[in-house]
C-alpha cells in the first residue's frame, strides 16, 4: 500500500508537472504572429474574433466553476484529499490552456478586429494572465503541500482564480 501512495504521488506531480509547462503557451512572451498570407488579406477578422471571444467566455464560466468547486474543497479540506485536487487542478489547467491559446490568437488579429472587440481584448488579457499565474501557483502549491489543502495561501489562490474568472465572462457576457 505504501509502494502505491508513492508511485501515486510520483505519478501526480509528473503529469501536473508536464501539464503545467503547456500553462504558459498563451502568455505575452510567446504569443507570436506569422507574415501575413493571400488569405488573411480577405479573412473575416471581427467574426473570427466574436467566436474566439464567445468561447473565452464559455472557458472561463468552466474555470469560474471549478475554481467555486475549489474554494468549497479548502474550506472541507479534511474531507478531500490531494488527488481528488489535483484532478480538478488539472481539468482546471485544461480550461486555462484552451484560454491562453485563444487569447494569444486575439492579441494577434487585435489590429484587425471591430473597435468594440478591441477594448474588450484589452480589457480581458490582463484578467486572463491572473487566472493562468493562480493556477500555475495552485498547482505549485499542491505539488509540494499535500496535507495543506486549507492553508490561507491556497484559499487565496482559489478565490484570485475564481474572481478573475467571474471577471472575464461576466464582462464578455455584457457586451465584451
Known amino acids: 500500500m505504501r509502494t502505491s ?17 503547456m500553462l504558459l503557451a498563451g502568455t505575452p512572451a510567446s504569443c507570436q504572429s506569422g507574415m501575413p498570407t493571400t488569405e488573411s488579406s480577405n479573412w473575416d477578422f471581427p467574426k473570427e474574433a466574436s467566436q474566439i471571444l464567445n468561447q473565452i467566455r464559455v472557458d472561463s464560466f468552466q474555470i469560474r466553476e471549478l475554481a467555486a468547486q475549489l474554494r468549497v474543497d479548502d474550506r472541507n479540506a479534511d474531507l478531500v484529499g490531494w488527488q481528488a485536487e489535483s484532478d480538478l487542478l488539472s481539468e482546471l489547467r485544461d480550461h486555462v ?10 492579441r494577434t488579429i487585435a489590429p484587425m478586429t471591430t473597435a468594440q472587440q478591441q477594448e474588450a481584448i484589452s480589457r480581458i488579457v490582463p484578467q486572463a494572465l ?10 505549485d502549491f499542491l505539488n509540494n503541500n499535500h496535507s495543506y489543502l486549507w492553508a490561507p495561501q491556497y484559499h487565496e489562490y482559489a478565490v484570485a482564480l475564481y474572481n478573475s474568472a467571474n471577471l472575464i465572462n461576466h464582462d464578455l457576457r455584457n457586451g465584451g
Open 5 to 21: 501512495l508513492w508511485f501515486k504521488s510520483i505519478y501526480f506531480i509528473f503529469s501536473v508537472l508536464m501539464g503545467s509547462g
Open 97 to 106: 490552456n484552451q484560454m491562453d491559446t485563444n487569447v494569444c490568437r486575439l
Open 130 to 139: 491572473v487566472v493562468t499565474n493562480e493556477t500555475e501557483s495552485a498547482i
